[in-house]
């Protein structure tokens, strides 16, 4: 079973009050609605990770003592080759896969620079609003996927 909070203000103390007490794994994640024109950037997770095979918005883990923007730049950078030059955030997520919690922060990338390359081999796409709505995402993403709808369409 899982279970997902979405926190539509910057305040994550209600979300991460709730979470269960357990021995569970949780990672911090910057996440990159990277949007141009009606369109938004999606990439494929490697069969091997978890949710392996499944798309997503770009970005990655958030080490310890680093700033969530700073994390989101250095990730999409190093996955994609993207420089943010703006961003925003947008809202966060607690999901519980039931074997790890993910807490998604999600930025809105509205101004990039940089041709986008696969830098570890993964798929990308550049997805219109009906593209996005037949792509499967994992299930932490529904959230960002209704938002981004509201940017693109």
């Known amino acids: 079973m899982t279970r997902a909070?979405?926190?539509?203000?910057?305040?994550?103390?209600?979300?991460?009050?709730?979470?269960?007490?357990?021995?569970q794994k949780h990672v911090h994640v910057a996440v990159g609605v990277i949007t141009h024109g009606a369109s938004v950037l999606v990439s494929k997770?490697?069969?091997?990770?978890?949710?392996?095979?499944?798309w997503e918005f770009p970005g990655g883990k958030v080490e310890t003592d680093e700033a969530v923007k700073t994390a989101l730049?250095?990730?999409?950078?190093?996955?994609?080759?993207?420089?943010?030059l703006a961003a925003a955030p947008m809202f966060e997520i607690v999901h519980d896969y039931g074997d790890k919690v993910v807490h998604l922060d999600i930025w809105h990338v509205s101004q990039h620079t940089g041709e986008v390359l696969a830098n570890e081999g993964q798929a990308w796409q550049w997805a219109d609003a009906d593209t996005l709505r037949e792509l499967k995402f994992p299930?932490?993403?529904?959230p960002i996927v209704t938002a981004t709808l509201k940017l693109i369409d």
């Open 139 to 142: 299930a932490a993403n529904g």
């Open 73 to 84: 730049a250095r990730e999409l950078k190093e996955e994609l080759n993207v420089t943010v």
């Open 5 to 23: 909070h979405a926190v539509l203000g910057r305040n994550t103390s209600i979300a991460m009050a709730s979470l269960p007490k357990t021995m």
């Open 45 to 54: 997770r490697a069969d091997h990770q978890h949710q392996g095979g499944l």
